[in-house]
């Protein structure tokens, strides 16, 4: 057996092991409890105040400003690393119950929400040592070099659709009930399945409106070749915010955001991989 069949034979093991369970349940805790903030965050504003930042990185901010913060803001960091290790795994061993295109469709999903938590957990590790910055203001950066590389405006385009792309997707998820299968057996029945499942139905919904929202903005920016026309999650809530029952609106998405948190919370508790 060659070098490389031993490696990956010790990752599927370690894929298939006990460990990447507690591993990815640690992580779902923290997401929830980011998500959670995040909806409360997102209902503040609509509510009228505009200080905070309804956001990942707004929601730890929030975090680290309660008491012994600085510790869970840690924790939290730590459990969306602890994501990435799962996320990883995934993206290289998991899905094996799918074939072919799909199941390389959904280990390039899984390397891309690697990609995603890690961005969080080193914004959490940045807030914790006092180097944490506005998430707007960085995406705005972030989008601007990319416009001034050669086809920048282009990547910048394509970066739109595709999370316009999988906005959609959470909302046909949302609509299916698809995310149910992620799920336990016992996570799906009695009166607690049905109350998890409606939490996801609302959380799946409200995440892929926003996500919509953040991809036209990208789209927006690409089209006019002003990256200031982009933005995260903050600036996609805003702009909800300032069109007609702007705040009702917001109010149905903040809901829904602090649902899909509690709908995260109770997958860790019933894990299905």
Known sequence: MSVSDRAQGTAERARDSDWIDWVARAGLIANGVVYLMIGWLAFQLALGDRE????????????????FGGVLIWVISIGMFLLVI??????GFGHRDEEGGKRAAKRAMSAGKAVLYAVIGISGVKIAIGAGSSGSKGQE??????????GGQL????????II???IYQIVQAWTEKFAEKLDGEGRSGKSGTAYIAFGKAGYAARG????IVGGLFGY???THDAKKSGGLDQALFEVLDKPFGPVMLCLIAVGLFCYGLFTLARARHLSR
């Not at 905070?52 to 008491?67: M, N």
């Not at 799962?86 to 993206?91: L, N």
């Not at 990547?155 to 595709?162: D, F, Q, R, S, Y």
Request: no cysteine.
């Open 155 to 162: 990547l910048v385009g394509i970066i739109g659709l595709a």
């Open 209 to 212: 409106v926003a996500l919509v």
């Open 165 to 167: 792309a999988y906005g």
């Open 221 to 223: 920016a690409a089209i």
């Open 141 to 150: 950066t972030m989008t601007a070099k990319l416009m001034n590389v050669t």
């Open 52 to 67: 905070g930042a309804p956001s990942s990185s707004g929601a730890l901010r929030e975090v680290a400003q309660q008491p």
């Open 86 to 91: 799962w996320q990883a795994v995934e993206a």
